[in-house]
């Protein structure tokens, strides 16, 4: 089956990548649009992230937090 790329910029685009891996453009297509899919189909969700975060956070900080010093807290306010 043919494939056919109209638009100047994809076909480029696809003529170098097959040149860099020595392959079909047709094949160079095809392994960027697989790569896309795996990289937006394994992209989670911003809370799901936020989470992570913030579990990851919980294990850092130390039970009942900290005192801060007062140049911590001036900083945190913007002031010097």
């Keep these: 089956m043919l494939l ?3 638009n100047p910029r994809a076909r480029e685009l696809a003529r170098k990548i097959a ?3 020595h392959v ?3 094949e160079a297509v095809v392994n960027a649009l ?6 937006v189909a394994a992209r989670q ?13 919980a294990v850092i ?6 005192e ?3 140049d ?5 306010w913007g002031h010097s």
């Design 4 to 6: 056919q790329i109209r």
């Design 19 to 21: 040149r860099q891996n």
């Design 24 to 26: 079909s453009m047709t």
């Design 34 to 39: 697989e790569a896309e899919y795996r990289r």
């Design 45 to 57: 969700p911003l809370a799901a992230r936020l989470d992570d975060i913030a579990d990851e956070l």
């Design 61 to 66: 900080a130390q039970p009942g937090g900290r």
């Design 68 to 70: 801060m010093t007062k």
């Design 72 to 76: 911590e807290i001036d900083a945190m």
